[in-house]
Nanobody, 115 residues
Framework: QVQLVESGGGLVQPGKSLRLSCAAS????????MYWYRQAPGKERELVAG????????NYADSVKGRFTISRDNGKNTVYLQMNSLKPDDTGVYFC????????WGQGTQVTVSS
């Protein structure tokens, strides 16, 4: 069955970097659009970044443009989110999402940006 497993979250100081990973199984990510969402405490889940199956097109929330980069390694069936210049407002649970026939979600990984 389809599974998405996120990793790489943690506690980091403002200005530092983290790289999140989303390991997929049960389907080939090269055949699916992949996304990262996040949900801050008390707020709705929001789209952070997306990448198409070919990797030729990416999109980002305005709040992360220039700081975050989404990428994919089809050989490892894994999607990444490189997060630089982190801010306290980036704190939240980050979820991997795949739209492959239907929508699939991972369990999420916590990112906390605090001094």
């Amino acid at each position: 069955q389809v599974q998405l497993v996120e990793s790489g979250g943690g506690l980091v100081q403002p200005g530092k970097s983290l790289r999140l990973s989303c390991a997929a199984s049960g389907f080939a990510i090269s055949t699916s659009a992949m996304y990262w969402y996040r949900q801050a405490p008390g707020k709705e889940r929001e789209l952070v970044a997306g990448i198409m199956g070919t990797g030729a097109f990416t999109n980002y929330a305005d709040s992360v443009k220039g700081r975050f980069t989404i990428s994919r390694d089809n050989g490892k069936n894994t999607v990444y989110l490189q997060m630089n210049s982190l801010k306290p407002d980036d704190t939240g649970v980050y979820f991997c999402n795949a739209k492959w026939g239907r929508t699939y979600w991972g369990q999420g990984t916590q990112v906390t940006v605090s001094s």
